[in-house]
């Protein structure tokens, strides 16, 4: 059945991801929705959970946040968009990825018409993402089972079509960059850095009034326009037309230039000239003092300047923005944080106080680890994929010792990390100098360090999980682990959760170190575990078959 | 004479009955070691197993007396290897590429290094990724050649390559048997092979399923004769000679074409005696004996059965 078509074959290779995406979503949905009563079930819990919506705006617009459904969409409003990754991921890989690895050549040699052929891949793209809004809805209305909600299943499933939507637009962005670009990684980087600006630009009418304008701009906007678990609030129709009308033009654009540019070539946009190749002549010299091949280490070093350079922009930025956010909001959110019980076990987590802009930026701070250690799981991706694809296979027909070539790439990482987490010092001290919110210099110093050791465990995990899983599973657990670990510090202390439970996120390790520098004890055992997982990848490495 | 490659009972088992399977070769000190099987047979299997990229299921395999899993370090020093699917970083050039190797195995001659890029005419100022196969094959090769190895490991180096490249790397490589270095190299150009080598082996689902000298292996009695009379000749003339394998019966009647496996004296006697027109002999190639091998199981080695 799976091979009648390419829509049902792309289908066919859509099923696992779109399963897993669709439970982990759906089965969080249905947790919060289930628990939330429970946290809100005082009227001093519910005012003060309101008091806290207008201080945290700019991270979700909060509407009715003392009911389930208006609590779930505000604190899940931002980060449901890590379901955008996964349609970025596979609309790269659909059309680029597969004129990378040839197979598209052989696909075409069948009496099948280029444009059909893209249709096909998009149509499935949709189905999958509709199958994913379905789980979604079904599952958060079984979260509700149990509890009091003034909303039913068709608001659910509004609400998992609605993620659909946004998730489907980056797809379709992911889709149309990836014909103008060589690569498929750089056509995801690029969408993802589109995705990140998006969000920013829907942060800002939230923080700077008569700024809406410039939030029209992003499709988050309009994503962010629907909540149909607040049936007061309800359904935006016209803004899920838009969503959808994004995509389609998107996906119309991306196949048009598909069906008329070369199979493997990109896009030749107007006024960028290209050297005719019949002028060229063919060079046999060898290059000189290039630096970044003289070793393993030096080559991987090379290999994740560019990303880094990126990363740094987003996490440094990302964090000096979070200063002038504390300056902006100080007043106001000292006193929320002070008097809100939800914040204040948030907060307890590293064991400190809300007194403080130090102790205010380390609530928000939370997000630069998480950032760093998202890069950690690109670059252990990038190693797992570089291992199935057989790229070490000739590295390793040199003297080279197995341990070496991993310890290289990983050392590469963790100097790039450690690049990262000095500029973000930088950054976030500059930031503090500039607003005048006076931050203890030693203790920002622990916060920005202390994220390394969180990024290279994360990395180490995928690297061991690489000796053993396919690429896209070991990035897929990976991932899974990391909203994991945030969704138990963000939401476990709300829930009451045990602390053995909140042990088990590595966040919970980073504490508040803005506010209570290093904890050495902590550090101690995110270094050690991650020690233990990289000897692990190690020996692995050093046994294992390497694939053909 | 030195053993440069040996391996005991080598076996790689991937279950469902794919693999290699009680692998015993040896391959002499400034040999050209042809290995040769169809698709599937285990030739790349074989090959990944001496290059340390995975380890035996049972047996062992040993390059210059060291263990080819647990010394793969110190027995990579003296190997130049070709894969057969090379994956390159598309992003580096050829010439990047050439760098990075050349540091990764050091005390690379430059010189030499230029020379090989020459003799293959390789642009190195482009990208890996907009090579064609012949020049993406060219950059494992020149890599493989760069510092003098003492044993070369190519898995069908010569896939994608045009005919002036082959005859340059047929060339690169008789210079390296001439110099007594070693080479085991496995394709499916037998012509190349022919060229070559000195020794070939024949590998069939897993199993090594003939060894021998290309000359020897030519030797194999099973050759064909035609022979063409001026009137229609019996075919039960030659049935019952010996060294007739086969008779087969043209369609014009005076024509018969005679599969042989041993001596002809006694063809050349009874055909004598009617009036022979024409007479061609012809003798196999290395490609026949190969396609015989691979002939419906039971067949071949019927026919090959205590020959050579």
């Not at chain 1, 341990?403 to 690049?419: E, I, K, P």
């Not at chain 2, 399977?21 to 040769?36: A, I, K, T």
């Not at chain 2, 020897?216 to 060294?243: C, H, M, N, W």
Request: with cysteine; net charge positive; charged share 20%.
């Amino acid at each position: 059945m799976w091979f009648r078509s390419v829509y049902l074959k792309t289908l066919r290779d859509f099923r696992v991801p779109i399963l897993g995406w669709g439970l982990g979503l759906g089965l969080l949905m249905a947790v919060v929705i289930a628990a939330l009563p429970t946290v809100l079930a005082t009227p001093a819990a519910r005012a003060a959970v309101v008091a806290l919506g207008p201080a945290f705006a700019w991270f979700a617009e909060p509407v009715k946040i003392d009911t389930p459904g208006g609590y779930a969409t505000w604190k899940y409003g931002l980060t449901v968009l890590v379901v955008a990754i996964w349609p970025i991921l596979a609309q790269t890989a659909t059309l680029r990825g597969e004129e990378e690895k040839g197979s598209l050549d052989t696909l075409l040699s069948v009496p099948l018409a280029r444009a059909r052929l893209a249709v096909e891949k998009v149509a499935a793209m949709w189905t999958a993402l509709l199958v994913f809004a379905v789980i979604v809805g079904l599952l958060a209305f079984a979260g509700t089972a149990k509890a009091s909600v003034d909303f039913g299943l068709g608001d659910t499933i509004l609400f998992g079509v609605n993620i659909a939507l946004i998730a489907a637009v980056f797809g379709a962005v992911a889709l149309f960059v990836s014909q103008f670009v060589q690569e498929r990684r750089t056509a995801a980087g690029i969408t993802a850095g589109v995705l990140l600006v998006c969000v920013v630009l829907d942060m800002v009418h939230r923080v700077e009034p008569g700024t809406d304008w410039i939030s029209r701009l992003s499709p988050v906007y309009y994503y962010n326009l629907s909540k149909p678990l607040i049936p007061s609030y309800g359904t935006n129709v016209g803004a899920m037309l838009v969503q959808l009308a994004i995509t389609v033009a998107l996906s119309a654009a991306a196949v048009w230039l598909f069906v008329r540019r070369d199979l493997g070539d990109t896009v030749h946009l107007p006024g960028v000239s290209r050297q005719p190749k019949a002028m060229r002549r063919p060079v046999a010299a060898l290059p000189v003092g290039d630096w970044t091949l003289r070793s393993v280490y030096a080559r991987s070093l090379g290999m994740i300047a560019i990303p880094t350079l990126w990363w740094t922009l987003a996490i440094a930025g990302f964090s000096a923005w979070m200063v002038d956010v504390v300056k902006q909001t100080a007043s106001q959110l000292r006193s929320i944080l002070e008097g809100s019980p939800v914040m204040k076990d948030f907060i307890r987590i590293g064991g400190s106080d809300a007194a403080s802009n130090s102790g205010i930026l380390s609530a928000l701070f939370i997000f630069a680890p998480i950032l760093l250690m998202s890069f950690a799981v690109t670059q252990s991706n990038r190693w797992s994929a570089d291992l199935e694809d057989g790229r070490l296979e000739l590295v390793l027909s040199t003297p080279q010792p197995r341990v070496n070539v991993m310890l290289g790439r990983f050392a590469a990482l963790a100097t790039a990390t450690v690049a990262i987490s000095l500029l973000t010092l930088a950054a976030t001290a500059l930031a503090s100098s500039l607003t005048g919110v006076a931050l203890d210099g030693g203790k920002l110093i622990a916060a920005t360090l202390s994220m390394i050791p969180l990024a290279l465990l994360v990395a180490a995990i995928g690297y061991a999980l690489s000796g053993w899983l396919r690429a896209a599973v070991d990035t897929g657990l990976v991932s899974f682990l990391l909203v994991i670990w945030f969704v138990i510090v963000f939401l476990g202390p709300g829930l009451k959760w045990p602390d053995a439970t909140l042990r088990l996120s590595a966040l919970y390790y980073y504490g508040t170190p803005l506010l209570n520098g290093v904890q050495i004890a902590n550090i101690l055992v995110i270094v050690f575990v991650g020690a233990a997982a990289l000897a692990l990848a190690a020996t692995r490495f050093v046994r294992k078959d390497l694939a053909a | 004479m030195t053993a440069v490659i040996k391996t005991e009972k080598l076996t790689k088992d991937y279950g469902s009955g794919r693999g290699l399977l009680d692998l015993e070769l040896e391959v002499q000190e400034g040999e050209v070691f042809g290995y040769l099987g169809p698709n599937g047979a285990g030739k790349t299997t074989t090959i990944r197993l001496l290059m340390g990229l995975i380890h035996p299921t049972a047996g062992a395999a040993s390059i210059f007396g060291l263990d080819c899993w647990r010394r793969a370090v110190e027995i990579k020093k003296v190997i130049g290897y070709v894969p057969g699917e090379p994956s390159l970083d598309p992003n580096l050039t050829g010439g990047q590429i050439l760098e990075y190797f050349a540091n990764l195995r050091g005390r690379v001659d430059r010189a030499y290094l230029k020379q090989l890029i020459q003799r293959l005419d390789l642009d190195t100022s482009r990208k890996f990724r907009h090579y064609s196969t012949g020049n993406k094959r060219k950059v494992v090769l020149i890599q493989a050649f760069m510092h003098k190895p003492r044993l070369l490991i190519l898995d069908e180096p010569t896939s994608g390559l045009d005919p002036l490249n082959q005859q340059e790397f047929d060339r690169m490589l008789i210079e390296a048997r001439d110099e007594g270095r070693t080479a085991f190299l496995s394709s499916h150009v037998l012509s190349e092979v022919e060229k070559t080598c000195t020794r070939v082996g024949i590998i069939r689902d897993g199993r090594l399923v003939r060894v021998g000298g290309v000359a020897e292996l030519k030797d194999i009695r099973r050759y064909e004769i035609t022979i063409s009379f001026a009137q229609p000749v019996p075919a039960e003339t030659f049935e019952k000679l010996e060294g007739v394998a086969e008779v087969e019966r043209l369609n014009d009647g005076r024509t018969v074409r005679l599969a042989m496996q041993g001596a002809a004296d006694a063809v050349i006697k009874a055909a004598a005696q009617f009036p022979v027109v024409s007479l061609t002999s012809y003798e196999p190639s290395l490609e026949d004996i190969f396609l015989r091998y691979y002939e419906p199981d039971g067949k071949a080695s019927k026919e090959t059965a205590g020959v050579v």
